[in-house]
């Protein structure tokens, strides 16, 4: 039996505190797919897409975020995700 190595996540070892949006009763498929991307992605430090989160910061008020880049056509992406909620709204 071979052994998976665990990906190391930016903010392991770190108190963290993750905010994640739950999935919106009514929403398209598309959205809930958009949503529940990001949060996976947010969880295990690696989007589908591949992309991999960076710790950026702190901000002015002392926080740390989780930045990533992704694929131009993954709907965990900023501008696709605000798109797809836009187009429902």
């Known amino acids: 039996m071979t052994k998976r ?4 996540r930016p ?7 993750l905010v994640l949006p739950s999935l919106p009763d009514g929403a398209s498929h598309a959205l809930k797919d958009a949503i ?4 996976a992605a947010s969880l295990s430090g690696r989007c ?15 926080m740390m975020h989780l930045v990533f ?9 900023d501008e696709n995700i605000l798109g797809i909620w836009g187009a429902e709204a």
């Open 5 to 8: 190595r665990r990906s190391r």
């Open 11 to 17: 903010y392991d070892g770190v108190r963290t505190l």
């Open 36 to 39: 529940a991307t990001r949060n």
């Open 48 to 62: 589908r897409c591949g992309a991999e989160a960076i710790l950026a910061g702190p901000d002015a008020i002392g």
């Open 69 to 77: 880049m992704h694929e131009d056509d993954c709907p965990a992406g």
